[in-house]
């Protein structure tokens, strides 16, 4: 059975960290591109983080650049969102989502929810909360 499951979210105080995981199932992560997206109450949902299926490159948005680091471990069919220094701004349901693909831009993956572009597969989310 295909599936994405988030876990690791958490209330946390800013500045603290948190290790986010997505696990997937019914897929592998050398055929799937995976990335991160969050969205705030009230806001849209946007592209956090996305690591390529090839060769593991890697795209972070501005706002999480050097503070959030995406890793995957294929054995494990896992893919990590270890993020550090936490800010409010940062609370958010967390997602992950899986796109078919060895040569996609990992940029153009995350920023393609901008378009409303449609994934191949959702993960349900989980929740982070920066406050103290």
């Known amino acids: 059975q295909l599936q994405l499951v988030e876990s690791g979210g958490d209330l946390v105080q800013p500045g603290g960290s948190l290790r986010l995981s997505c696990a997937v199932s019914?897929?592998?992560?050398?055929?799937?591109?995976i990335g991160w997206f969050r969205q705030a109450p009230g806001k849209e949902r946007e592209g956090v983080s996305c690591i390529s299926s090839s060769d593991g490159s890697t795209y972070y948005e501005d706002a999480v650049k050097g503070r959030f680091t995406i890793s995957r471990d294929i054995a494990k069919s896992t893919v990590y969102l270890q993020m550090n220094s936490l800010e409010p701004e940062d609370t958010a349901v967390y997602y992950c989502?899986?796109?078919?693909?060895?040569?996609?831009?990992?940029?153009?993956?995350?920023?393609?929810?901008?378009?409303?572009?449609?994934?191949?597969?959702w993960g349900r989310g989980t929740q982070v909360t920066v406050s103290s």
């Open positions: 989502a899986a796109e078919a693909g060895r040569d996609i831009n990992m940029k153009n993956m995350c920023l393609a929810i901008q378009r409303n572009y449609e994934y191949d597969f």
């Open positions: 019914g897929l592998s992560l050398n055929e799937y591109s």
